[in-house]
């Protein structure tokens, strides 16, 4: 500010916003005369404006909200309202669009079997929507603990009618109310914000192959959740392992897709386990190609691992996208041609009444300290071998690392026991709020991988090291340290979303490091712990070799 005083109207003012007033100026509106104390729940107020000068005292405030007045009697401020109607979540509220989800809460029905009295006062629409999203980014937090971090130094504004977190069973009652459909709503605007911005060329340092036509690379693959063992839940999702639904946890079966680069989501059909991995993940992947056509655009390809979809699926994918699948040992393949210059050979891939025509790129992998190089067969569409050479598809592979398991890695770091045996990852009881506790995460990870993406968009290049000058990824930043800057912003009310991003920016990952380390537990185990020669981390590049030459 240039000069004192200005209008009341002049600044707009926001919660989030920080504001000094002199000392001296700050007064008790209580006619008494008396100090404010804790029982009295009244605000102080300013006695008068004029300029503040150097080494006066100053009282410097964060504005947590912009409310109307209740003036009472006794000379007590308090404001109207409730913290429901003012929690936001911060920076991921800017990522999912200014307004988004309150336009969803408006149209969303209440079950008023569930939800009447006090119940409907201490919580709403849009305020339990932001808790079932913050809910799934806290993990091991009671329910009244997502509550309270949402509400933050709301919870110390003397309302008019005092607030308290709503108990757990009453935002059970809003779960409940609130059904599966609004969550989902949320996923998908989410979801397919990150698409558009991907599609319109948003992600720096993107995967790309190919000279003439450059396609840029996702990955899909399968992950399963297990759920908390209630017959309903039993019933509905079954287990997975055994063959007599005897498991000792029901277990959803998700398949999302993913960008290799930044290792956004972009969709996440879902369902039961079902009896098998391959006819399940299979499952999904039809329901995907047909509830997502966009997704399979002609300058995308596609990395898949060994889990083989069939011929059939693989043609009708391929009428409208690119793939690159590793196949299993047993896949036959019926070679059509001599060895090309690049060292891959073109083959038909048959089954199920099809047959595709692939070119085939085949090559030994070879670690230092390994004793046995790994084979690869991998098969795509890309019949050109000059655009798409294979070395260079098979270097785009190991990218399916990166695009799946990493990506599934962070985003299943929020749920409660992430890795083998270690007790349910998510908290509901019944298929419906399964649904809804998926769709939450979904746009919850979505909406924090969207702002590592602004955060790499605006973070300034290293100025020493492997990466000095050149554009910072998305996976060059931490998605831990991400949620963490997140869920802070959240409990403090920062609305700075690029005071957020600057936070984010500030830690860089070290990727690239050629690290290989043999498979392990990704939980603890009750077992002995594994020797260090079974353990040790390897620090080497990976030799490809294709065709006895070196790539």
């Not at 450059?214 to 063959?243: E, H, I, M, Q, Y």
């Not at 991998?378 to 190991?398: H, I, K, N, Q």
Request: proline share 7%; aromatic share 6%.
């Amino acid at each position: 500010m240039s000069s004192y005083p200005v209008p009341s109207c002049a600044v707009p003012v926001s919660a989030g916003m920080i504001v000094a007033v002199p000392a001296e100026l700050l007064a008790s509106p209580l006619k008494s005369g008396r100090n404010l104390g804790d029982a009295d729940r009244s605000a102080l107020v300013i006695g008068g404006t004029e300029k503040i000068r150097t080494c006066g005292a100053v009282v410097f405030c964060k504005v947590v909200a912009v409310a109307g007045a209740q003036v009472r009697r006794d000379g007590q401020v308090r404001a109207k309202g409730s913290p429901v109607h003012h929690a936001t979540l911060g920076p991921l509220e800017d990522k999912a669009g200014p307004g988004a989800i309150g336009t969803i809460a408006g149209r969303a029905p209440l079950g008023a079997r569930f939800v009447k009295g006090e119940r409907e006062r201490l919580l709403a629409r849009a305020f339990m929507i932001r808790v079932i999203v913050l809910m799934t980014l806290m993990p091991g937090s009671r329910i009244g603990d997502v509550i309270a971090a949402l509400a933050g130094d709301l919870a110390l504004v003397p309302w008019a009618r005092p607030w308290r977190p709503a108990s757990g069973r009453a935002a059970g009652d809003w779960r409940n109310a609130l059904g599966p459909v609004p969550l989902e709503e949320l996923r998908d605007l989410v979801l397919g914000s990150a698409w558009r911005e991907h599609a319109g060329g948003g992600c720096p340092g993107a995967v790309r192959t190919g000279k003439k036509k450059p396609l840029k690379a996702g990955s899909l693959d399968g992950t399963l959740a297990r759920v908390p063992d209630t017959p309903a839940n039993r019933a509905f999702f079954g287990t997975v392992g055994t063959g007599d639904d005897s498991g000792p946890y029901p277990c959803l079966r998700a398949l999302p897709l993913t960008c290799c680069s930044c290792r956004a989501l972009f969709a996440m059909p879902h369902g039961p386990a079902g009896a098998g991995k391959a006819e399940s993940e299979q499952a999904l992947l039809d329901e995907a190609v047909e509830q997502f056509p966009f997704l399979f655009a002609p300058d995308w390809i596609w990395l898949m691992d060994r889990n083989y979809h069939g011929a059939a699926r693989i043609a009708r994918m391929i009428a409208s996208t690119h793939v690159l699948i590793r196949l299993k040992s047993d896949i036959p393949l019926k070679r059509t041609s001599q060895i090309l210059p690049d060292g891959s050979y073109r083959a038909e891939l048959s089954g199920d009444g099809a047959a595709v025509a692939v070119r085939v790129i085949e090559y030994w992998v070879t670690v230092e300290g390994q004793e046995v190089p790994e084979m690869f067969c991998l098969v795509t569409d890309l019949m050109d071998w000059e655009d798409y050479p294979g070395p260079e598809l098979a270097a785009l592979y190991r990218r399916r690392w990166d695009g799946s398991e990493t990506a599934l890695r962070e985003a299943k770091a929020p749920l409660r026991g992430a890795g083998p045996g270690t007790g349910p990852m998510l908290r509901s009881g019944s298929p419906d709020l399964v649904r809804q506790e998926i769709a939450a995460w979904a746009a919850g990870t979505g909406i924090t991988r969207g702002v590592v993406l602004d955060a790499a968009l605006a973070a300034v290049p290293a100025g020493k090291g492997r990466r000095a000058g050149l554009a910072v990824r998305p996976r060059d930043l931490s998605f831990a340290r991400a949620l963490r800057a997140v869920l802070s912003a959240i409990r403090l009310g920062r609305d700075c979303y690029q005071a957020v991003t600057s936070e984010i920016a500030g830690y860089r990952n070290v990727v690239d490091r050629d690290r290989h380390r043999a498979r392990k537990s990704k939980s603890p185990s009750h077992f002995p712990h594994a020797s260090a020669k079974d353990t040790a981390t390897r620090i080497a590049p990976a030799v490809i070799t294709m065709a006895n030459t070196p790539a």
